[in-house]
């Protein structure tokens, strides 16, 4: 904790000439000062270790019933599989608790049950005897997994420590992008010049690709709820409200690189959170 405090200090030290600048926000017109902005950036929870990053603790029924927690790892499933999969053919929400998951479910071959049939991946039937593998009591060998796994990957200094887009365009991970045998839409053309989001503010300079996006998700898995579909009509959009896990932090916070890789979003800023 206290590591995380020296590097925002550091990064606030080294930002000081171009922070001093009264930022506009793109919401409107008011103006987020240096130390409200410190404020705001102090508030971006401490990356933690990389093997635990996108892990989905699940506890409310496994302890009513005494079992252990199950561990979700988003690593080892994005690897093979496209968040579109998971979170659009098969259902599974994108905030932790929301998909209702219960054995009598997924024993008849619902959610995790899809897969977890003892033939594209270990069972969930008594008599595979491998609960063990999802109801762990600690994450001890599921880590040790992660340092293998993760060896030979593109490097990134936040989330996993993998940089997942690069692994994505090098081919060094080649996830399906569905297991229905859905097709997907082409890509639209007129949505292939990347969009430069609220330019209000001196020190923003957000591009976001769309193209880039869709390789892993759907349409739907950010319009209508996460964002508006027209350009800056989305309101209150600035820094504060994505790292309170909405707009890009809905998953640029908990899955994918979170907000302190500050120059992965931000091209142009020299400043980012630790290094
Ligand atoms: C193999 C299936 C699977 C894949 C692939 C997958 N997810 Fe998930 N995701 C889940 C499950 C299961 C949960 C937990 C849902 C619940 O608790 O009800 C979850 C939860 C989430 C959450 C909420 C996490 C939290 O801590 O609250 C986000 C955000 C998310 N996923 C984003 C993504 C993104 C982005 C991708 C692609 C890079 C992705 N997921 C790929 C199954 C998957
Ligand atoms: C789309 C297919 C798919 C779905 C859905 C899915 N998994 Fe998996 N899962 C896999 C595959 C494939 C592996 C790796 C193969 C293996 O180790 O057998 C894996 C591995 C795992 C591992 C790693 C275990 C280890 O010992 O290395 C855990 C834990 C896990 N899954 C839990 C879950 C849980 C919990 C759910 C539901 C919330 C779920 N999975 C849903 C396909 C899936
Ligand atoms: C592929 C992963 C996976 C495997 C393997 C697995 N479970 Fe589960 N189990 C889950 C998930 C996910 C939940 C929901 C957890 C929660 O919400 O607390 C769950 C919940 C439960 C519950 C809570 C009661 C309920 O109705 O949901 C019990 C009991 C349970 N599992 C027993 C077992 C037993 C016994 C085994 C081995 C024979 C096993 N599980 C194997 C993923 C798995
Ligand atoms: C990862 C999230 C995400 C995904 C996936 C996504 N979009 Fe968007 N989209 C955005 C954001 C962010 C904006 C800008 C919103 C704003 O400025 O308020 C946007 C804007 C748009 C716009 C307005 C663009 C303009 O130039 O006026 C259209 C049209 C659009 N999206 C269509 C789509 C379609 C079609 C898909 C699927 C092929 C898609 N989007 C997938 C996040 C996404
Ligand atoms: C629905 C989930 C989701 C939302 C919402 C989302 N992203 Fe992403 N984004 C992803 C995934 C998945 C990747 C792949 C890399 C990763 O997971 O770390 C990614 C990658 C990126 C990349 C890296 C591209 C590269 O080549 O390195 C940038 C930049 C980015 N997102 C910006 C944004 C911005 C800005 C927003 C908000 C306007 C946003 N994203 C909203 C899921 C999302
Ligand atoms: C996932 C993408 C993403 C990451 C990572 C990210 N930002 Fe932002 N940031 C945005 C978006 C989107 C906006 C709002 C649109 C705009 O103003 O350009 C924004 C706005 C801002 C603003 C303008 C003031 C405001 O609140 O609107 C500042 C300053 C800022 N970010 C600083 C940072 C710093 C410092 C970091 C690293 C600690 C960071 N950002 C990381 C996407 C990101």
New binding site residues.
Partial sequence: MEGVLRKVMRMLLRAAPACALVLALSSGGAAMDRSELAKVLKTIPPNGPFAKFGN?T?RTRAKQAGMAPVV?P?WV??AR???R???LE?N??????????TRALYTKGR??GV?HDGTVAFGVQTADKQCHRCHMENTKELDQRFEDFSEGLPLASFGNGID?AAALRDGSIRPTNSINGQITLPFPEKLKQPLKLGTASPRSDVSFSHEEHFA??DCSSCHPDIFNIKVKSTSAFTMETNIYGNFCG??HM???FPMNDCKRCHKGMNSSFGT
Wanted: proline share 0%.
């Fill in positions: 989905v699940m979700f988003h499933h994005r599989y496209t968040c999969v998971c979170h098969l599974f929400g994108m905030k932790r608790g929301d998909t209702g998951i959610f995790c897969c997942w892993e998700l809905a998953c908990l899955v994918s």
